[in-house]
């Protein structure tokens, strides 16, 4: 009688306890998230609902061997522990689907980490240089659109032919910003 009272004591374990829940929790996981658009053939469902009952059904039988046969018993119990490890890889796929899905998303949207980075820095640059790209004055010497550069010796910007290397003119960018300025105030 003793035996029998020993192998019922699985029942109170917390591990047992807890592929319970396991059990219970897959069932309703499955039933809420698993659908047509993301398991077409119901196999996810099958495999984890499977897996759980597995992981608890097995734990189960292989306590109550424990009366008659070790090994039939270490056997079963191993089979629980795999059935529940490929439960957990069954989830963790799930969250990563979910977690590729939601970056992919975000990355439409706002772009790569490197483009948001020269967003910003473009927008910086602007700001700083009170002028922005497309609003400089012409070449004085073609009539082309400048851009705005900083001289490599002392980092001081000057508006720069888009023509550059073919043609060499510049404006002045002090000399030109209080001109405009004026031109403004004259309006
Ligand atoms: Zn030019």
Same mark, same amino acid.
């Given at each position: 009688?003793?035996?029998?009272?020993? %192998?019922?004591?699985?029942?109170?374990?917390?591990?047992?306890?807890?592929?319970? /829940?396991?059990? =219970?929790?897959?069932?309703?996981?499955?039933?809420?998230? =698993?659908?047509?658009?993301?398991?077409?053939?119901? &196999?996810?469902?099958?495999?984890?609902?499977?897996? $759980?009952? %597995?992981?608890?059904?097995?734990?189960?039988?292989?306590?109550?061997?424990?009366?008659?046969?070790?090994?039939?018993?270490?056997?079963?119990?191993? /089979?629980?522990? $795999?059935?529940?490890?490929? =439960?957990?890889?069954?989830?963790?796929?799930?969250?990563?689907?979910?977690?590729?899905?939601?970056?992919?998303?975000?990355?439409?949207?706002?772009?790569?980490?490197?483009?948001?980075?020269?967003?910003?820095?473009?927008?910086?640059?602007? *700001?700083?240089?009170? /002028?922005?790209?497309?609003?400089?004055?012409?070449?004085?010497?073609?009539? $082309?659109?400048?851009?705005? &550069?900083?001289?490599?010796?002392?980092?001081?910007?000057?508006?720069?032919?888009?023509?550059?290397?073919?043609?060499?003119?510049?404006?002045?960018?002090?000399?030109?910003?209080? *001109?405009?300025?004026?031109?403004? %105030?004259?309006?």
């Amino acid at each position: 009688m003793e035996l029998f009272r020993k %192998s019922a004591g699985y029942r109170f374990l917390d591990a047992f306890v807890l592929a319970n /829940v396991v059990e =219970l929790g897959t069932g309703h996981f499955c039933e809420r998230f =698993l659908e047509l658009r993301n398991d077409p053939g119901g &196999r996810t469902y099958a495999q984890m609902t499977h897996a $759980a009952r %597995s992981g608890y059904r097995n734990f189960a039988e292989g306590s109550e061997r424990l009366m008659t046969s070790y090994s039939t018993a270490l056997e079963l119990l191993d /089979v629980a522990r $795999a059935s529940l490890c490929e =439960l957990r890889d069954d989830y963790n796929k799930w969250l990563m689907d979910k977690y590729i899905k939601s970056v992919g998303e975000e990355f439409v949207e706002k772009g790569g980490f490197r483009e948001r980075m020269s967003t910003v820095r473009g927008e910086a640059r602007t *700001q700083q240089d009170g /002028v922005a790209e497309g609003e400089g004055p012409k070449c004085p010497q073609c009539g $082309a659109p400048t851009r705005l &550069r900083k001289t490599r010796k002392d980092n001081k910007p000057f508006w720069g032919c888009t023509g550059y290397p073919a043609c060499r003119g510049v404006v002045d960018f002090e000399k030109n910003r209080q *001109q405009s300025t004026a031109a403004d %105030s004259n309006r």
